[in-house]
């Protein structure tokens, strides 16, 4: 399977930014689908999550009310809305896919597929 991310660049603290996932490789929507990000120095952190079918949908406090995650699964893509940006969320994106897990969506180490990851940088 195959995971590539779009959209990152470089954007000034408030704006917005939409970032893109293509599946290719597997049916997109066995799976459920999350976001992570890892700024320099600092661990892989979760971001947001989705589950298969776009029914539930998990976020973590830092972006509450200002990411909004989503998914296409006939076109076998995701995206990842981002507004009102902060300093604080320069990193490097990944999106990541998982079967069915018994695990909370945030635990990176449930994840059976990555992307190679797109940098989002804030200017403040």
């Known amino acids: 399977v195959q995971l590539v991310e779009s959209g990152g660049g470089l954007v000034q603290a408030g704006g917005s930014l939409r970032l893109s996932c293509a599946v290719s490789?597997?049916?997109?929507?066995?799976?459920?689908m999350g976001w992570f990000r890892q700024a320099p120095g600092k661990e892989r952190e979760f971001v947001t999550g989705?589950?298969?079918?776009?029914?539930?949908?998990y976020y973590a406090d830092s972006v509450k009310g200002r990411f909004t995650i989503s998914r296409d699964n006939v076109k076998n893509t995701g995206h990842l809305q981002m507004n009102n940006l902060k300093h604080e969320d320069t990193a490097v994106y990944y999106c990541?896919?998982?079967?069915?897990?018994?695990?909370?969506?945030?635990?990176?180490?449930?994840?059976?597929?990555w992307g190679q990851g797109t940098q989002v940088t804030v200017s403040s």
């Open positions: 989705i589950t298969w079918s776009g029914g539930s949908t």
């Open positions: 990541a896919l998982r079967e069915f897990s018994a695990h909370p969506m945030h635990i990176a180490s449930s994840y059976d597929y």
């Open positions: 490789g597997r049916t997109f929507s066995h799976y459920n």
